[in-house]
């Protein structure tokens, strides 16, 4: 009889390690497909983020030439400027 009772109680235990067997595989399958979807909303959100940053690069260098080339015709009028002052100044 307690022959029995170990052969019931090892059958019992396969089978729980069965379930446990499944459940885990689940758990790894869930696991692999709520990482595959994280790993393509930080791609999508790298993309996003790359195309910002690309297009305030644009606009800087745009506000940049601008400021350039008011800095250049500033100094130009001011070299004209001071021209005309040393020009009056010898007459």
Sequence with gaps: ???QKYAE???KLDEAL???EEQVDQQRKQN???MAAEI??????EAFTL???EDLQEKLSL???TLQQAIGGVTT???KEIKQVHFLALM
Excluded: A, P, Y
Aim: glycine share 4%; hydrophobic share 30%; aromatic share 4%.
């Design 9 to 11: 109680t090892i059958q």
């Design 77 to 79: 009028q001011f070299e």
């Design 32 to 34: 692999d497909k709520l």
């Design 51 to 53: 195309e910002k940053v």
């Design 63 to 65: 506000g940049i030439t």
């Design 18 to 20: 069965n379930i446990l």
């Design 1 to 3: 009889m307690d022959r």
């Design 40 to 45: 393509k909303s930080r791609k999508q959100h």
